[in-house]
């Protein structure tokens, strides 16, 4: 349900709660849910507030209740595309989060959240900053040497550009062709 077409198969996690032992902060099932949402919860540097999100899994743990009070929240206050009717999917597990000994200076909350999205902000943010940086890398030659001396030619850098452009374009057109702002 996260990839309504193959093209468009990049995720991003976010955990809720992620924050130190020390920390007290109570956390209860609609802060949950709304920390998720929020672009400071996610795993990699995307705005979730630029784009529309495509489809959402939740995986609860811990003492949580059946949350359909919060997906008729979300479903009311976030951008969803219109043309990807699978919108929210979770499941609760009943188990707390419980972090190995080594890992110590994580918290053990009682309750848990997980989200995994796919979202066109991923596809268009992300896959743009590492054209970017592909860019300056190739411009600077840097590495290249690396390859070379394993076989590679120099002429297959330019075609991964032009293959990772051409993906870049393939997504933005299914995204604009399918309804999207």
Not at 150 to 163: L, P
Request: glycine letters at 4%; one cysteine or more; aromatic letters at 10%.
């Amino acid at each position: 349900n996260l990839v309504p077409f193959p093209k468009i198969n990049i995720i991003a996690p976010a955990i809720v709660p992620l924050y130190h032992s020390n920390s007290r902060v109570p956390i209860n099932q609609h802060t949950l849910i709304t920390e998720a949402f929020l672009s400071n919860s996610e795993l990699c540097d995307i705005d979730t507030f630029e784009g529309k999100y495509i489809a959402v899994f939740l995986m609860y743990r811990g003492n949580v209740r059946m949350p359909f009070n919060n997906h008729k929240f979300i479903r009311n206050s976030i951008d969803f595309v219109q043309w990807c009717p699978t919108g929210i999917k979770y499941v609760i597990f009943k188990t707390p989060i419980s972090h190995e000994p080594e890992n110590a200076f994580l918290c053990n909350p009682e309750r848990g959240l997980v989200k995994i999205s796919n979202h066109t902000t991923v596809l268009t943010q992300i896959l743009t900053k590492i054209m970017e940086r592909y860019d300056q890398l190739l411009e600077r030659r840097a590495f290249i040497h690396w390859y070379i001396e394993e076989g590679m030619e120099e002429g297959e850098f330019t075609q991964a550009k032009e293959a990772l452009q051409g993906s870049l374009d393939e997504v933005q057109a299914i995204l604009d062709s399918a309804g999207n702002d």
